[in-house]
Nanobody, 119 residues
Framework: QVQLVESGGGSVQAGGSLRLSCAAT????????MGWYRQYPGKQRELVAR???????EYAASVKGRFTISRDNAENMLYLQMNNLSPEDTAVYYC?????????????WGQGTQVTVSS
């Protein structure tokens, strides 16, 4: 079992920055991939950024060059540095962690944190 708790969301003006944090507890040594997703009202969650073991990073095209995902393994923390924010980045952001299971990868989710960007 893995528990994820996000923090750092809030309101910011366009062009501003925010850093989201995700604290992971439980069976953190079993995590093989962590990421950030976001969800717009009435839409499915979409990938923002993902970090696999070996420092393999993946970003959505819409955030590449503006957002940076990082992980502090010693503190079991995942971060998302978001720069040059635009109103289109307004969404609920979720932390995600995947652990290998016999039948595939099981994913855990945090409760989400709201990011609001005003123009």
């Amino acid at each position: 079992q893995v528990q994820l708790v996000e923090s750092g969301g809030g309101s910011v003006q366009a062009g501003g920055s925010l850093r989201l944090s995700c604290a992971a507890t439980g069976s953190v040594s079993s995590i093989s991939v962590m990421g950030w997703y976001r969800q717009y009202p009435g839409k499915q969650r979409e990938l923002v950024a993902r970090l696999r073991k070996g420092d393999d990073r993946e970003y959505a095209a819409s955030v590449k060059g503006r957002f940076t995902i990082s992980r502090d393994n010693a503190e079991n923390m995942l971060y998302l540095q978001m720069n040059n924010l635009s109103p289109e980045d307004t969404a609920v952001y979720y932390c995600n962690a995947g652990t290998p299971q016999y039948s595939g990868t099981y994913y855990y989710w945090g409760q989400g944190t709201q990011v609001t960007v005003s123009s």
